[in-house]
Every structure is written in C-alpha cells, then in structure tokens.
Nanobody, 123 residues
Framework: QVQLVESGGGLVQAGDSLRLSCAAS????????YGWFRQPPGKEREFVAGINLSGSMTYYGDAVKGRFTISRDNAKNMVYLQMSSLQPEDTAVYSC????????????????WGQGTQVTVSS
C-alpha cells in the first residue's frame, strides 16, 4: 500500500503563495489518484483538489478554484499543491490522500492518508 508524507506547510501572510508537497512510496505511484483535503480549526475536513492517475484531469473545491493548482510528477512520485493568493480562511491542516482507480471529491473514498501539514495564513 502507498505511504504518504506531506511537507511545505508554514506561516504566511495574506496574499502570499505556498507550495505543498506529498511524497508517495511503497506502491506503484501511477496506480493511484490523489487528493488534497484540508481541515480548518473547529471545522470538518473538506475537499481541496484532486488529480487522476495520469494527471490529465484535475478537480477543485469551489473555495480554491482559480487560486490553487494540483499537479503530479510521476517520475518523482510526488504530488504538489500550489497555493496562491492565500487568505486567513485557508488556514487549516492540509492532508494528501490516495485511492486506487481514480480520483474522488469524497474523503471517504480515500483509504490512504498522510499525517498532514499545517498552513497558517495571517491577515
């Protein structure tokens, strides 16, 4: 099964950009679709972005459309989330998730998760 490790979180100011990385290991990288989810303090986890096996299809939550970009590097077994125009409401723990056979916006469809990385955006 695939293991996931996120990195790249931190404290930034409103309007800044940040790139999160998710390193996958332990399984064939291209057999999985990947998603980024986030959980703001005191709130439920929500879908942020997803990418299919080949990287040809991407999906975004309404709150991040036009500001965030998900990508994958199949040669490096990496998934990225480029975040721009960050706002305080983007503050959350961001987690990378994987599932076989494609991508989903439903967190319950992902059996594999990383430990998460904190992103804090100050105003």
């Amino acid at each position: 099964q695939v293991q996931l490790v996120e990195s790249g979180g931190g404290l930034v100011q409103a309007g800044d950009s940040l790139r999160l990385s998710c390193a996958a290991s332990g399984a064939t990288f291209t057999n999985y679709g990947y998603g980024w989810f986030r959980q703001p303090p005191g709130k439920e986890r929500e879908f942020v972005a997803g990418i299919n096996l080949s990287g040809s299809m991407t999906y975004y939550g309404d709150a991040v459309k036009g500001r965030f970009t998900i990508s994958r590097d199949n040669a490096k077994n990496m998934v990225y989330l480029q975040m721009s125009s960050l706002q305080p409401e983007d503050t959350a723990v961001y987690s990378c998730a994987a599932r076989n056979y494609g991508v989903s916006t439903n967190e319950n469809h992902y059996p594999y998760w990383g430990q998460g990385t904190q992103v804090t955006v100050s105003s």
